[in-house]
């Protein structure tokens, strides 16, 4: 299938706005949008530049905005996406080179939250014990690649850059909920801020974007009600 | 000659879970640095799926010596004795500290961590397959590389994230730093340092079908050659049996341990005819071979190169009963859509977003993938690296992960070992260095002039007005070696190989790229790094061409068998700047195992 990819482009060293720039290539409709962008990187124009590392969708290399939406390049086959497909980098973040954003804020809000395990017992000589229905509570949001497609899908975000954002929360949520952590009221006084999860408003764009099926909206809730009736 | 200049005790080169280990246990006792082409999260420790194997024993009987066979084994006996007990001795400490940071094992009805069945994996008594790999879903690397990285933001570990790794900088044999390009700025930075360990994982991508990610180029090694200093068993690249069909992308060997079975084009489930034992859970070096004959007696699918890997409750219940396969409180196996979705969530979605298949329901199409480099930098059980075949060590350079070879898989690399190898000898290197560069001062380097080495490098790809596109020499090299040094191999095709290889170094020198900027320029970042899969394909050619002897993953038509009497060691292969590669060799380290026939 022939596909028409309309592409946003920015270089800092030569442009002072981002234009579009249109490609036309040939494609089989199981191809990955990801194919189309190193198609045209590697056979029409050297310049073009985008992150991608493993291709199937586990490093979270390539978030963009794909036809309005937040996805990964290599999890977006043109049997879905169809044939004229507009790509721009995800919004929210500051755009070094065309489909290249600035991470670092989205890692400093990560960062934030004590994205790591907290437990100050001596650990026993073997595993720590975590019954099965323990362990799933927190399943879900173990998935998250920090891929960023859903922090840069909430319009929350795209007005104030201070919320600590989606994935943030989602990070917190895996160890607020994990029954051998023991840092989640410490998690919870830094998200009970102003610009903490009380600036969801609930709009599901991340639950959509989210490329893990993480239900992310759901895990904010979970977030808000433990600050509301549990932990403070 | 513009250039940023930093110090630190210890650089680590590569953030994967070899590189994230050691730079948790180095950092705890000295200035220690990571440089990271990728943010760390994107390293491809995340895409290892099935388990990290550790005889821990939680569901039934299991020995570190057993995991040790089995790995001396499946390594077809040309992996160091001394460095497989080592390793496999500490699995289930390392296992448990993983714990101890919090990562998230799936558990049994106990509580403790679950473990499942894996290929090669036995109890060496029953000669059964064994549940001892170590499991989070099927997503255990990625919860090694978060769990990884969440403690290094912990104990504030020093990151440069993407910066990429262009030059060692060695003065009179010795590593005293590493040149980096920062990719935002185009501009370079000079490391000095006391301990440099490259921990830059593999380098699938010489090859067309891979499960490796396209940034895996082969940094370390490459750099290693380029400095006179050899590599090791380059001829061992395992070929995993199950990949999706045409992308390469990984379908878990868990896959097969928790039921699935292998079907050809003719509806016949094949591996009993290649391993009578342990059927689907044979080493994969076998597997991959079995399912490249069926494909060439002409059982694959529809004709074609591939065939069906089948985890439908259905097909794998009944060959539970055929198989008479029970669980240990006695009961016949059984497994259900649940099951599967559960114990392989990421796979299910692997396949209805790549192939429209659902795993419940259809079989899934999959072909041998370039997977994994047994051979790699040569190291000591210290993550020293080695300067010859006589054992001297390199002062100051350490290699750790699927960049080195301790070496720890020898021939064939038993499924679950590479999660352990990272997080094994990352710990290992990470205490070595930390105790080394305590015992020793920063010697001098010319920071100007190693930047300006490197500078000059970059400028002559810039510069180059060639006629050559970078794109089609890598396509051209990943051709060459899927044709000829693959999965089966004969002296005609690697001599030819050879050939061609040299040609397109000589063409790679005439390529040109579009983008000349200094931000983000991943165009030369590109096509710098094909220059390291180019050297890398040809040492590989070489080493492959030379040995004439099947064994491991190294499988040739005209030398069949193999040979212990003449081939029963460790390749060592150098390549000098005019690209002549000069072959030696070493003997293997055995303990106690002695050679015996490889049956599963």
């Known amino acids: 299938m022939q596909v028409t990819l309309k592409i946003q482009r920015f270089n800092p060293e030569k442009d002072s706005a ?215 | 000659m513009q250039y940023h200049y930093h110090k630190h005790d210890v650089i680590i080169v590569g953030a994967g879970g070899a590189g994230l280990m050691a730079a948790l246990y180095a950092g705890k006792e000295v200035d220690t640095a990571v440089i990271s082409k990728l943010y760390p999260t994107r390293s491809h420790t995340g895409a290892a799926q099935g388990g990290i194997g550790a005889a821990l024993a939680n569901l039934e009987e299991d020995h570190w010596e057993w995991h040790a066979y089995d790995t001396i084994k499946g390594a077809d006996f040309i992996g160091d004795q001394d460095a497989i007990e080592f390793m496999c001795k500490d699995a289930p400490d390392v296992v448990f500290e993983l714990e101890h940071m919090g990562l998230p094992f799936d558990r049994t009805p106990e509580g403790k961590i679950s473990q499942r069945r894996f290929g090669g994996h036995t109890n060496n008594e029953t000669k059964k397959a064994v549940m001892r790999a170590c499991n989070s879903a099927d997503r255990t690397g990625h919860m090694i590389l978060q769990t990884l990285y969440q403690q290094c933001i912990k104990h504030n570990v020093n990151f440069y994230d993407e910066y990429q790794m262009l030059d060692l900088i060695m003065v009179d044999g010795e590593a005293r730093g590493v040149v980096a390009y920062e990719i935002d700025t185009g501009e370079l930075h000079v490391f000095h340092a006391k301990a440099v360990m490259l921990a830059t994982g593999g380098w699938g991508h010489v090859w067309n079908i891979t499960s490796n990610a396209h940034t895996l180029t082969g940094d370390g090694p490459a750099l290693v050659l380029r400095h006179g200093l050899p590599l090791e068993d380059m001829e061992f690249f395992q070929f995993h049996p199950t990949g999706l069909f045409k992308l390469g992308i990984l379908i878990t060997e868990a896959v097969r341990g928790e039921g699935g079975v292998l079907i050809n084009g003719k509806g016949e489930r094949f591996m009993p005819k290649y391993a009578p034992n342990v059927k689907e859970l044979a080493s994969r070096d076998v597997v991959s071979r079995a399912i490249y004959m069926e494909v060439m007696a002409g059982n694959g699918v529809d004709g074609k190169d591939y065939v069906y890997l089948d985890v439908t409750p259905e097909t794998v219940n009944h060959y539970f009963e055929v198989d008479d396969s029970r669980l240990p409180n006695g009961e016949i196996r059984k497994i259900d859509d649940h099951f599967v979705q559960t114990k392989l969530e990421d796979i299910s979605d692997f396949c209805r977003t790549y192939v429209g298949v659902d795993p419940t329901k259809e079989p899934i199409p ?226 106690k195992y002695q050679p015996v026939k490889r049956v599963y």
Not at chain 1, 169 to 176: D, E, L, M, S
């Open chain 1, 18 to 232: 981002p234009y579009w720039k249109e490609y036309t290539v040939d494609m089989h409709p199981n191809d990955r949008v990801l194919d189309a962008l190193l198609y045209v990187k590697n056979h029409i124009d050297g310049t073009l530049t985008l992150r991608s590392s493993c291709a199937h969708g586990i490093c979270g290399s390539d978030a963009m905005r794909i036809n309005g939406v937040n996805q990964l390049a290599c999890k977006s086959l043109f049997s879905k996406v169809g044939n004229n497909v507009t790509i721009e980098p995800i919004a929210g973040l500051p755009v070094i080179k065309d489909l290249v954003v600035d991470m670092e804020p989205f890692m400093e809000h990560y960062r934030s939250v004590l994205p790591f395990f907290i437990n100050d017992d001596p650990p026993p000589e073997k595993e720590r014990l975590q019954s099965e229905e323990d362990r799933l509570r927190f399943e879900e949001t173990t998935k998250c690649i920090l891929c960023a497609c859903c922090t840069t899908s909430c319009p929350t975000f795209w007005a104030t850059d201070a919320y600590v954002g989606p994935a943030a929360i989602v990070q917190a949520h895996r160890f607020i909920f994990d029954s051998r952590d023991q840092g989640a009221s410490q998690r919870l006084e830094i998200l009970s801020d102003p610009d903490g999860v009380w600036r969801c408003r609930t709009i599901f764009n991340c639950t959509n974007a989210c490329p893990r099926d993480i239900k992310v909206t759901e895990a904010i809730a979970e977030v808000k009600k433990e600050i509301l009736f549990n932990k403070l």
């Open chain 2, 366 to 591: 999959v072909q041998p993938t370039a997977h994994y480099a047994m051979g790699g930098i040569p190291s000591d059980i210290d993550t020293h690296v080695l300067a010859n075949e006589n054992g001297d060590i390199v002062p100051g350079l350490y290699a750790a992960g699927e960049c080195g070879c301790v070496s720890v898989h020898g021939g064939n690399r038993l499924g679950t070992n590479s999660l352990l190898d990272i997080v094994v000898f990352g710990r290992r290197g990470g205490k070595v260095m930390a105790k080394d560069v305590k015992q020793k001062e920063f010697k001098p380097i010319d920071a100007e002039a190693a930047a300006a080495k490197v500078r000059a490098e970059l400028d002559a790809i810039l510069n180059n007005t060639g006629e050559e596109s970078a794109a089609d020499i890598k396509q051209e090299m990943k051709d060459i070696m899927t044709k000829d040094v693959s999965v089966f191999r004969i002296e005609e095709g690697m001599a030819e190989a050879v050939k061609k290889l040299r040609e397109l170094r000589e063409r790679y020198k005439h390529i040109h790229i579009d983008d000349k900027g200094k931000r983000f320029n991943t165009n030369l970042l590109e096509a710098w790094q094909l220059g390291n899969l180019l050297d890398l394909a040809l040492v590989t050619a070489e080493a492959a061409l030379a040995r004439k002897e099947s064994r491991g993953a190294h499988a040739r038509d005209d030398y069949p068998e193999r040979d212990d009497e003449n081939w029963m060691k460790h390749t060592i292969v150098y390549l000098d700047a005019d690209g002549k590669v000069t072959l030696k060799y070493k003997p293997v380290t055995v303990t």
